[in-house]
């Protein structure tokens, strides 16, 4: 499963991406930190806040279809949460302001059935998003929950390079 998109995302790179095909071969197949079950859904979760159809497809076709279940949930809380709570920042409105503003109940309350992909996959997304409000909340979640440094900085590196396969697509 890693290994086939590891290659098809290599394999479509421009000539001279060595040190991007690198980066997704060691962040995808190489280093151990993140649960290999998660990687799927860290990439699948940030092709789809890049808006990438072609991201996701090639994803989402070597994705289980529970991580892809919790990525969908993840996708539609964080398309929500990240702009919200992020203009929310900016000035103190005096009203809303919480999940249940938002008639979003509390995480333990959905049905997810593993809350560290669910975590792993919000903060996936919320980096693309600039959503520094709940990227910070889930990146505690993470922590909290004994997650490794090395398994959050191996998900981030993930994220950073599929940020850059999406805008090299723009060139081809």
């Given at each position: 499963?890693?290994?086939?998109?590891?290659?098809?995302?290599i394999?479509?790179?421009?000539?001279?991406s060595?040190d991007l095909?690198t980066l997704l071969?060691?962040?995808l197949?190489?280093?151990?930190g993140l649960?290999e079950?998660?990687r799927?859904?860290?990439?699948?979760?940030?092709?789809?806040?890049?808006r990438?159809?072609?991201?996701?497809?090639?994803?989402?076709?070597?994705?289980?279809?529970?991580t892809?279940?919790?990525v969908?949930k993840?996708?539609?809380?964080?398309g929500v949460?990240?702009?919200?709570?992020?203009?929310?920042?900016?000035?103190?409105?005096g009203?809303g302001?919480?999940?249940?503003a938002?008639?979003m109940p509390?995480?333990?309350?959905?049905?997810?059935?593993?809350?560290?992909a669910?975590h792993?996959?919000a903060?996936?997304?919320?980096?693309i998003?600039?959503g520094?409000?709940?990227?910070?909340?889930?990146?505690?979640?993470?922590?909290?929950?004994?997650?490794?440094?090395?398994?959050?900085?191996?998900?981030?590196?993930?994220?950073a390079a599929?940020h850059?396969v999406?805008?090299l697509?723009?060139?081809?």
């Open positions: 499963m890693l290994n086939q998109l590891t290659e098809t995302l394999t479509g790179l421009p000539e001279g060595d095909a071969q060691r962040t197949m190489q280093e151990t649960d079950a998660y799927c859904g860290v990439a699948l979760a940030a092709a789809c806040a890049l990438n159809p072609t991201l996701v497809a090639t994803i989402r076709a070597v994705t289980p279809p529970q892809q279940t919790i969908r993840a996708v539609e809380r964080m949460t990240n702009p919200y709570f992020q203009v929310r920042m900016v000035a103190e409105i009203a302001g919480s999940l249940q938002l008639a509390p995480l333990e309350d959905t049905d997810v059935a593993d809350e560290t669910y792993y996959y903060v996936a997304i919320s980096a998003n600039g520094m409000p709940c990227y910070r909340s889930h990146l505690m979640d993470l922590l909290h929950s004994g997650q490794s440094s090395q398994a959050i900085d191996q998900a981030l590196r993930l994220v599929l850059s999406d805008q697509q723009l060139l081809a």
